[in-house]
């Protein structure tokens, strides 16, 4: 993890640490019924972190965030900032996946994060969006994975080189073809684990955000990965 990336986590935890930080938050306390039960920004943050929990009580929480986000003034400083904050540990792995990606260099990756996350949130329709963080993260992403293509279109184009000839589709840091190499290789070995095993040791995802992908619960991806890096490092074994 780079430095500028840590740097900027460690600037908004210290801002929330600040006098005139409480008093916005109070401001949005004193409005909210959602953050009531929270004292002060810490305590907050530690309620949404902690792995147990109501995940609806969580997301009203942020939504609540997110309406005092859109407003104007301090608050709406103080509440991008929470937001900012609860979202991190995602915020952290598109991170990671966009540098495996090769979107762009540490310091490009970490400003796009930033800058794609604060306009989500100030422009996020709470009236149509049910997961405030699995939306926010997602649209993210997404949008930097297709801008990188774009531009990987424009370059192609410019350059008169033939689309075929493209290494890399934005999938992956090791391009479509090498993509479809390694999806093959490890479907021969698990089979419909494959995918798992590919999201979460190659590419860093969560365990959690992969059974969102496949359609699974957590606990029945966790399950399934033990089990498919079980049987892959018996593969392994096997390799003279």
């Given at each position: 993890?780079?430095?500028?990336?840590?740097?900027?986590?460690?600037?908004l935890?210290?801002?929330?640490?600040?006098?005139?930080?409480?008093?916005s938050?109070?401001?949005?306390?004193?409005?909210?019924?959602?953050?009531?039960?929270?004292?002060?920004?810490?305590?907050?943050?530690?309620?949404?972190?902690s792995?147990?929990?109501?995940?609806?009580?969580?997301?009203?929480?942020?939504?609540?965030l997110?309406?005092?986000?859109?407003?104007?003034?301090?608050?709406?400083?103080?509440?991008?900032?929470?937001?900012?904050?609860a979202?991190?540990p995602?915020?952290?792995?598109?991170r990671?996946?966009?540098?495996?990606?090769?979107?762009?260099?540490?310091?490009?990756?970490?400003?796009?994060?930033?800058?794609?996350t604060?306009?989500?949130v100030?422009?996020?329709?709470?009236g149509?969006?049910?997961?405030?963080?699995?939306?926010?993260?997602?649209?993210?992403?997404?949008?930097?994975?297709?801008?990188?293509?774009?531009?990987?279109?424009?370059?192609?184009?410019a350059?008169?080189?033939?689309?075929?000839?493209?290494?890399?589709?934005?999938?992956?840091?090791?391009?479509?073809?090498?993509?479809?190499?390694l999806?093959?290789?490890?479907?021969?070995?698990?089979?419909?684990?494959?995918?798992?095993?590919?999201?979460?040791a190659?590419?860093?995802?969560?365990?959690?955000e992969?059974?969102?992908?496949?359609?699974?619960?957590?606990?029945a991806?966790?399950?399934?990965?033990q089990?498919?890096?079980?049987?892959?490092?018996?593969?392994?074994?096997?390799?003279?």
């Open positions: 993890m780079s430095i500028a990336w840590h740097a900027i986590r460690d600037h935890t210290d801002s929330s640490s600040k006098l005139n930080f409480q008093r938050y109070d401001a949005i306390r004193r409005t909210q019924t959602a953050l009531a039960p929270f004292r002060d920004p810490a305590a907050l943050l530690d309620g949404l972190h792995t147990p929990g109501d995940p609806a009580r969580k997301n009203v929480i942020l939504a609540a997110v309406g005092a986000t859109q407003g104007d003034g301090p608050a709406s400083d103080c509440a991008l900032t929470m937001l900012l904050l979202l991190w995602g915020l952290d792995a598109i990671r996946r966009s540098l495996w990606r090769r979107i762009g260099t540490a310091d490009e990756v970490a400003s796009d994060v930033l800058a794609r604060i306009e989500a100030r422009s996020l329709d709470l149509r969006v049910n997961w405030i963080a699995a939306t926010v993260l997602r649209n993210v992403e997404r949008d930097m994975i297709r801008a990188r293509q774009r531009d990987q279109a424009r370059e192609h184009l350059s008169g080189a033939d689309p075929d000839e493209v290494a890399d589709s934005g999938d992956s840091g090791i391009g479509a073809a090498g993509y479809a190499r999806n093959g290789a490890v479907r021969k070995l698990l089979g419909d684990d494959a995918l798992l095993v590919i999201r979460v190659i590419e860093g995802f969560s365990q959690a992969a059974a969102v992908e496949l359609g699974l619960t957590e606990a991806a966790r399950k399934r990965y089990r498919a890096m079980h049987r892959l490092n018996d593969a392994l074994e096997e390799i003279p």
